[in-house]
């Protein structure tokens, strides 16, 4: 079931009447059928999947807990670890290691046929996976204590605002709020409202429409010019930004008129001056998910030099194997890494490099920063876009051969895009409009992991009513032209 569907437009209210309808006590009980529901829609079967992960990280929990001897902890949570990968690997990652297996074998001139299983990747496994891990992990470093009921710890699992893409929570922020008492409350609402009329108006009318001409140059690499692959790239830049915040948008709304805050997962990224501030802002649930338990259990920046280097590249290539099973997204984690690593061997020689030259206080390096980090994030996004290794090699020699200074080129380039030279102005102008407009509002109503200062008087007041209407609008308009229906956010296939 998709946020930008009929059926979610109905499934919704009806929940949300039923949980302020429904006595604390049986909320859980709702919500937990809801969110069951809610992932069935996919498809029945799943749920026997997220219910058999739940089952063994809840019991893992358990004994871990209950038991005082060092080697049964250790058993009981090297089982709930390995069983929940072991399933993230069987649907993710067994065909991916299968085909690169066959093709190295091939390599040798040895005759090998690829081996793949017949099996659809499960929606939202890498999250709620992820969200178990974490869980059975800090019950073992008593970081927390187990939950001992476990229909409140089904629900941290399959929390239906956040199942499918994130936020991915932890269980010290989400179980105790299933477990406090919610009332309706108006703040709420109008907060909740606010950032999924926000969302869907990403979602929907940015990312969608710039998806078509993303599509057009992605999808037909052969036909690809220099100019179509650099302009393509960096709307692709704007539509995973679009797409995976506004899913988070929606979700924080939705969890909100329920009374629950998510965690924030977008902090304006491409405003970062470095790969590392990057980092910080993007997708911050699971960058600080691999900090917290892939990069410090290595070791972390506590250790020699080349070790930490070493702990840097191999956190960042898992997290880009995280996102796909494929080279694409190995090499999109490994860039990164290597910007890591760069950037921290040059940190010390360009801040006295600026110092000398005078530039530490001018007011261009925030600028030339920015820009700089914004180039190097949009060239290593071609390899995560990109459809396969080969097609990448395409896209990378157009881009760096395949330049024409001349009308005719750049009109074959916008109409290979299927979009018109207007169009494209018009477009982008109303994406800076809308990020400006965004940052001016979040810094008035002082947005922070969803805790929201109310600011409803006065001329901000006024200003951001304002354009709330007109985003509802626009978003209906949208909906009304079915342009809006059916379209499923790119991190689902995470």
Known sequence: MLFNSVAFLIFFPVVAILFYVVPHRFRWIALLIASYYFYMSWDAYLVF???????????????IEKTDKKAIKTTAMIIAVASSLLVLFFFKYFNFLSSSISALIRSFGIPMSDFGLNVLLPVGISFYTFQTLSYVIDVYKCKIKAERHFGYYALFVSFFPQLVAGPIERPENLLPQLKTERKFNSENLRIGLKFTVVGFFKKIVIADTIGIAVNAVYNDPANASGLGVALATVLFAVQILCDFDGYTNIA????????????????????????KEFWGRWHISLSTWFRDYVYIPLGGNRCAKPRHLFNLFITFVLSGLWHGADWTFVIWGALHGFYQIIGNITSDPRKRLRQKIKLEDSAMLPVWQKAITFMLVCFAWIFFRANSIIECGILLKAL??????SFTYIESTFESMKIGGTAFLFGLTGIFLLYSVSKRIDRLEGVRYCRVAYVGQGEYGIFAYTLLTVLVAVVWVYLASQTGFGNSFIYFQF
Not at 49 to 63: D, M, N, Q, R
Not at 257 to 272: E, I, R
Not at 400 to 405: E, G, M, Y
């Open 49 to 63: 999947l997220i219910l058999g992960t739940t089952v063994i990280s809840y019991a893992a929990g358990l004994i």
């Open 400 to 405: 760096f051969t395949d330049w024409t200074l």
């Open 252 to 275: 924080i709304g939705v969890a909100k008129m329920l009374g629950f805050d998510l965690m924030k997962n977008f902090d304006n990224p491409y405003s970062a001056r470095s790969i």
